[in-house]
Nanobody, 126 residues
């Protein structure tokens, strides 16, 4: 199972760091993606990091504000979110990509991922 954590209520311009941990299996050797879903909207890709951490993908809406990273020794993937906006409000999910190196045409597609965790709510509001 995967578990995303670290969400909460933050004011516009604030920061949060989300964590994604796995139980029952290891992230090592797999890419991990972050997605979000706002009420009434579909699941949107946010970011993805390959297995080594050397390649990262970002949605245009978060590029320059969010940073994905991983600590393979701890089997944890992080999403640092800065300069948060009200439109970032959503439930955030992490998911395992069944491979080590997704490509540009696949990383943002939810059906490409094989394991999903419970999400964590992020609310950006004053």
């Amino acid at each position: 199972q995967l578990q995303a954590s670290g969400g909460g209520l933050v004011q516009p311009g604030g920061s949060l760091r989300l964590s994604c941990t796995a139980s029952g299996f290891s992230f090592n050797g797999y890419a991990v993606g972050w997605f979000r879903q706002a009420p009434g909207k579909g699941r949107e890709a946010v970011s993805c990091i390959n297995s080594s951490g050397g390649r990262r993908f970002y949605a245009a809406s978060v590029k320059g504000r969010f940073t994905v990273s991983r600590e393979n020794a701890e089997d944890t993937v992080y999403l640092q979110m800065n300069s948060l906006k009200p439109e970032d409000t959503a439930v955030y999910y992490c998911a395992r990509f069944p491979g080590s190196n997704p490509i540009t045409s696949t990383w943002a597609t939810p059906v490409q991922y094989d394991f999903w965790g419970r999400g964590t709510q992020v609310t950006v509001s004053s």
